[in-house]
């Protein structure tokens, strides 16, 4: 019996079976009456069902394969005709009410009763400061320990590896495809990628970018004298300012009118004077371009002749401190 | 708030008529009756009265206005003339792309004069059906991306503006390459491989209209387009809806 | 037939016997809302999270977290051959190669920015209002907490995808954290486990965090926002005169607010699915993998860290250096105390407030703009401050557009972005004063009339 009467009190949920209502004492209404708007029901049920199209042309679309601009359309419509349903509903269809309230006032007695308990529960101490502050270093303590295992996450006291960069004297350069580079090949007006051979490509000291100048241009810094076989010139490929790859190089047809050779990158536009040791002319950089100093093999290929003049990469407290290992 | 809006809307739509760093073209002087002139005096007189102030009269450049034209051969002016970087009415501006004012034969006669200048280079010929657009893609982002954007939508380099690429044909995609015009890098062969040139044609033909099943492209720049949707389209709509949906302030 | 039972009544009393909710649902129900249309966008911002929460639990179950080397395989033309990470290579093939794929990347990356806008919006109106003053400075600093956890986590979750764009600004995140005084090195290092880019389990990092440890904070702080907000009652602003401190006038909850706010949330899904399958955004397949060596012009980040781009952009190239001990390299300035500087104005300006006003009442009542002269000509000041150094960080787009040059653009912004926020500050001020003027003249004059008009009788 009262499984039967579960299922039918559901059917009638979902307005499937009709049902005599039994009858109720009248009582005072709590929600305010309204007029009732047929035509709104009307279009709220019209939306609804225009709505469950658009949801099954949604699954129709899914399943043949359909654009995700159809798929987007549909399931977009569908929402927004419910959408529109339910605030069609809210304008029409329920009572508006605008009922009066209270803020809440604050309850100094409770307040006060909360004081009270927990300063009558530390009846039996003696020493609540001593207890306290042990408490307190156990607390911390445990709470320190807890926190002490995230060192793993990385090497949280040893720096020395953001000096690391895979070059060394007699490295050779390799471009984009492996290829090594060779001296003659560097022309000027160009700029080129080069990377360690043999080592990983991805590290923030392995990229450099080259270009040729005229030796007769070159301003380099002291004890650089002979970094630029030929006027050809390494720096690191990655900004100072931020690390982003220096992927720009301006470079004029003709210099009377046109603006000077300079190395950019496209995140912040740091400008660099590759004649200069790629010194900063413009930008948020603070430091130059590491320069990678070269020499020309045997065979004319390009090899790096020591590590870089700096430390490589965005900077950090150290990175004037100690030279790139 | 309504007022908000409608200053909002009028600013996007005045941004969106501005012309977009109008620069002047110089007028172009032709010789009386130039359709009647036969190729080489039309050239060569066309170059005196359009070229000749900032590159010499006879192509040798002048010092402080514009570099000498011996030995360009055929692949610069074709270049220079085709895509209207040229003329240029001050050698201080950049050059950029504008509405042709010569007529082909015009052209045709200017590029004919300065080949004879000197001789140079002809006009490449780029097979972009031969090259691989994933290889173009790569290529692309290493040589070309910095300043012109991975999907060639141009940008910025301090002190020039990088132009989009969405007008260039393979021809000239492979002239630019090879000449590095204005502050362009210049790509030579030991550079840029005929064949890896071919690739990268076809890598820009492809960003010209690239696959944007995702919907509306708005222009493949990324968040900067994606924020002003954002804001001017999802917030103007999402604030409508709520002022739709709720109360607004009446005077009591 | 069944006699005696009641639809309605019978699941009622079966749920009430077995839980106790009925005087609490009876309360909630019959709960009141004052009732102005910007109160609803804090709800907005909900109904955002919801459908990021909803599309992003499918996103997880296709995204590959890993930075192992693969090679794409799959049917898009321009990345055949292209060695990416197996993450890049999950994001792609879930947009180009997945059924509805596309769909739910695309709404869940614009349901991220309009989410943030929503609380951007929602921020505005609550400071304009005085809706942030006693009792609810609480609920408006978890507001706030939410809000700048919102940041990280979009950035977060675009930079999961490993792909060209996101990888740059992943330096640039490095560089920030790198350019704390004293600990940057060893922070970063901590964090990425490595030097950039780091060790790979990185990416399980930022995964992890993306998708469960602030999802799960941002649900803590929604769930005692919310109660506060319900335990304070919502504020209102004075229409009737019966609308006071003490006593407020609102609609209930059920039957009034409930279609609204379901009514709302319909038709934000809508227009975020909208946007997802008709407007392409991150169209990642475009951009290609990210290594450390190469680069794209017009490189951003997604809006709501534009601000920081600006501050970046417009410093001058200086470290600060002692010796050879780099006590302040660049980035610190635009990526940390920027940031740093508005989160704590936003955070102690109730109490700021208070002190220069003296004013430490119980407010449950609004202001308008104009009502609060000061406040609104700060918030408007501090606005302008902040989107000037937006702004300044897209001087690119300005020197694209209108051929502005780009360095003269940025040595404007440099003074501009303090003295532009100076005269709004006092136009600002002026303009309100005035109104408030306006309506004490329209008032006086109309109770001259109304006794002119009994005098005459």
Not at chain 2, 14 to 34: F, H, M, T, W
Not at chain 3, 79 to 107: F, N
Not at chain 3, 186 to 199: K, R
Request: proline letters at 8%; glycine letters at 10%.
């Amino acid at each position: 019996m009262r499984l039967r009467g579960w299922m039918i009190a559901l059917l009638a949920l979902f307005g499937m079976a009709r049902r005599r209502r039994p009858q109720r004492q009248p009582r005072e209404r709590i929600v305010a009456a309204g007029q009732p708007d047929p035509r709104a029901e009307l279009i709220a049920i019209g939306l609804l069902l225009l709505a469950a199209a658009a949801a099954v042309a949604f699954v129709v679309f899914y399943a043949l394969g359909f654009s995700t601009q159809a798929l987007g359309g549909t399931l977009a419509g569908a929402l927004a005709l419910i959408a529109a349903a339910l605030i069609l509903a809210a304008k029409r269809l329920v009572v508006s009410e605008q009922l009066p309230g209270e803020y809440p006032e604050p309850e100094p007695e409770q307040q006060e009763a909360l004081a009270q308990i927990v300063e009558e529960s530390g009846s039996r101490l003696t020493r609540k400061r001593l207890l306290g502050l042990a408490a307190g270093a156990a607390g911390g303590s445990l709470g320190a320990a807890l926190v002490a295992p995230a060192a793993s996450l990385g090497p949280l006291f040893d720096t020395s590896s953001l000096y690391t960069t895979p070059w060394r004297r007699g490295r050779r350069l390799i471009d984009e495809a492996g290829r090594p580079m060779l001296a003659a090949d560097i022309e000027t007006d160009v700029f080129y990628s080069a990377f360690p051979e043999g080592a990983s490509k991805d590290a923030l000291g392995a990229p450099l970018v080259l270009v040729r100048l005229d030796p007769a241009a070159l301003r380099l810094p002291a004890g650089r004298e002979d970094w630029a076989p030929g006027g050809i010139l390494a720096f690191s490929k990655i900004c100072t300012h931020a690390g982003c790859a220096i992927a720009l190089y301006r470079t004029p047809t003709f210099a009377p009118t046109q603006p000077a050779p300079a190395l950019v990158c496209p995140c912040h536009y740091s400008t660099f004077d590759p004649a200069r040791g790629a010194a900063v002319t413009f930008g948020p950089a603070g430091r130059p371009l590491p320069q990678l100093p070269l020499m020309v093999d045997g065979a004319g290929a390009l090899r790096a002749a020591g590590n870089y003049s700096g430390a490589v990469g965005p900077g950090w407290s150290g990175v004037r401190s100690e030279p790139p290992a | 708030m309504s007022a908000a809006i409608r200053c909002l809307v009028i600013a996007v739509a005045a941004l969106a008529l501005a012309p977009a760093g109008a620069r002047a073209q110089p007028p172009i002087v032709r010789p009386p009756e130039s359709g009647a002139l036969p190729a080489q005096q039309l050239g060569r007189e066309l170059f005196a009265g359009n070229c000749a102030t900032c590159h010499g009269s006879r192509g040798d450049g002048v010092a402080s206005r514009g570099p000498a034209l011996r030995g360009v051969g055929r692949r610069a002016p074709d270049f220079y003339l085709r895509t209207g970087y040229m003329p240029l009415g001050d050698p201080h501006d950049q050059p950029e792309r504008s509405r042709l004012q010569f007529r082909e034969r015009e052209i045709r006669a200017l590029i004919d004069y300065v080949d004879s200048l000197g001789g140079g280079p002809s006009v490449p010929e780029p097979h972009p059906e031969r090259g691989s657009v994933a290889d173009g893609l790569q290529l692309f982002t290493e040589h070309c991306a910095g300043c012109h954007q991975v999907v060639a939508e141009g940008g910025v380099v301090t002190g020039a503006r990088v132009p989009p690429l969405d007008q260039a044909t393979p021809v000239q995609i492979a002239e630019a390459v090879r000449l590095g015009p204005y502050v362009m890098p210049r790509f030579s062969e030991r550079a840029i491989s005929d064949p890896e040139l071919d690739s990268i044609v076809a890598y820009v033909r492809y960003a010209q209209d690239p696959d944007d099943r995702g919907g509306w492209g708005i222009s493949h720049l990324g968040p900067f387009p994606e924020g002003m949707v954002t804001w001017l389209i999802a917030g103007t709509l999402l604030v409508a809806t709520c002022v739709l949906i709720g109360e607004r302030l009446r005077r009591s | 037939m069944i006699r005696g039972r009641d639809p309605l009544r019978e699941p009622v009393r079966f749920i009430d016997e077995r839980t106790g909710a009925a005087p609490l649902l009876v309360k909630a129900l019959r709960y009141l809302f004052p009732d102005h249309w910007s109160f609803l966008l804090g709800e907005v911002a909900l109904y955002a999270f919801v459908v990021l929460v909803a599309t992003g639990i499918y996103l997880a179950l296709f995204f590959e977290p890993s930075l192992a080397d693969t090679v794409y395989t799959g049917p898009y033309a321009p990345l055949q051959g292209v060695p990416m990470s197996e993450a890049y290579r999950s994001a792609v093939d879930l947009s180009l190669s997945v059924d509805a794929g596309l769909l739910m990347r695309q709404t869940h990356h614009w349901a991220a920015d309009v989410f943030v806008a929503a609380v951007v919006l929602h921020l505005l109106r609550i400071f304009f209002t005085g809706a942030y003053r006693r009792p609810r400075e609480l609920t408006y600093l978890i507001g706030l907490a939410m809000l700048f956890t919102a940041l990280l986590e979009g950035y977060l979750g675009y930079s999961l995808v490993d792909d060209l764009l996101s990888g740059m600004g992943l330096a640039i995140g490095y560089s920030v954290a790198l350019s704390l005084p004293l600990i940057g090195g060893n922070l970063g290092l901590l964090i990425w486990g490595a030097p950039f880019p780091g060790d790979p389990q990185f990416e399980s990092r930022m995964y992890i965090t993306h998708v469960l440890l602030l999802p799960a904070l941002i649900g803590v702080l929604l769930a005692a926002h919310l109660t506060l907000v319900a335990a304070r009652h919502h504020t209102q602003f004075p229409r009737e005169p019966e609308q006071t401190n003490r006593r407020l006038i609102g609609v209930p909850t059920f039957p009034g607010q409930t279609p609204r706010s379901l009514g709302l949330m319909a038709a934000v899904a809508a227009l975020l699915f909208g946007l997802g399958g008709l407007v392409q955004i991150n169209p990642i397949w475009l951009w290609g993998p990210y290594e450390t060596g190469l680069g794209t012009n017009g490189a951003q980040p997604d809006w709501y860290l534009g601000w920081l781009i600006g501050g970046l952009r417009l410093m001058p190239g200086f470290d600060v250096t002692i010796g050879d001990y780099t006590l302040i390299p660049n980035p610190f300035w635009g990526g940390v105390l920027f940031p740093l500087v508005v989160l704590v104005v936003l955070v102690a300006f109730p109490w700021i407030e208070r002190r220069l006003t003296g004013d430490r009442g119980v407010h449950n009542v609004l202001d308008r703009p104009r009502d609060a002269p000061r406040r609104t000509a700060f918030g408007l000041g501090f606005l302008t401050w902040v989107g000037m150094i937006f702004v300044a960080g897209s001087a690119d787009r300005a020197t694209v557009f209108f051929g502005l040059d780009y360095e003269a653009q940025i040595k404007v912004y440099r003074v501009a972005v303090w003295v532009l926020p100076a005269l709004v500050f006092l136009v600002a001020r002026r303009i309100c004063r005035e109104l408030q003027r306006a309506e004490e003249i329209e008032r006086a004059r109309e109770a001259a009339e109304a006794e002119a008009r009994l005098a005459s009788r």
